[in-house]
């Protein structure tokens, strides 16, 4: 069971070109099978044979809880390909972000800055009305961060909270300002392009 890997699926799309509908959707159950499991790196497995298929052309808005789940594994290599999934497939009205929130949250505090970062690219791709609102404090934080590439993604990151959620201007406003003689070249891109 669960034989195939990203590589052996996409040699048999390739090789299947005559019953490639088939074929896919015998992968499907096959990945529908491993995101049932309790195996973290089978369901990362389903997941990333999942990002391909979408790119393909296929839904994969069914598995956006498998994809919640994924994202908050502890290990980092899991989480990355789960926060890749979720800017890949979901949207501003996905119903199940409102879980994700305080998974957010913490990642975004994380003292790992790659965390934090996944986690700021992963928002600026699916950012709600109702996650803009929740989260703008922590970006504003992170904003003040001691590391320049995470201030610089919490700076563009905000742009498409501020789109989303308008109110959170008056209060980051005066800091992405000060950014503006932020000694690091990034972060002044940033600030200007965002105001």
Not at 42 to 59: P, S
Request: proline share 3%.
């Amino acid at each position: 069971m669960f034989e195939k890997n990203l590589h052996d699926l996409v040699r048999g799309i390739r090789t299947n070109k005559n019953n490639e509908a088939k074929f896919i959707s015998s992968c499907i159950e096959e990945i529908r099978n491993e995101i049932k499991t309790d195996n973290m790196a089978l369901k990362c497995q389903g997941i990333t044979k999942l990002v391909y298929l979408q790119m393909l052309g296929y839904d994969m808005s069914w598995s956006n809880f498998n994809t919640i789940e994924v994202m908050s594994a502890t290990k980092f290599t899991f989480k990355r390909v789960g926060y890749l999934a979720a800017s890949q497939s979901f949207h501003e009205n996905t119903d199940l972000l409102m879980l994700a929130t305080n998974m957010i949250r913490k990642d975004l505090c994380s003292v790992n800055q790659y965390e934090s970062s996944l986690a700021l690219t992963g928002l600026s791709c699916f950012v709600s009305h109702e996650l803009a609102r929740d989260l703008s404090s922590d970006l504003m934080t992170l904003i003040s961060s001691s590391r320049p590439f995470i201030r610089k993604k919490a700076i563009l990151t905000m742009y498409k909270v501020l789109l989303k959620f308008p109110d959170a201007l008056r209060p980051a406003f005066p800091r992405i300002k000060e950014k503006l003689d932020d000694p690091d070249p990034g972060v002044q891109c940033a600030a200007v392009n965002v105001i």
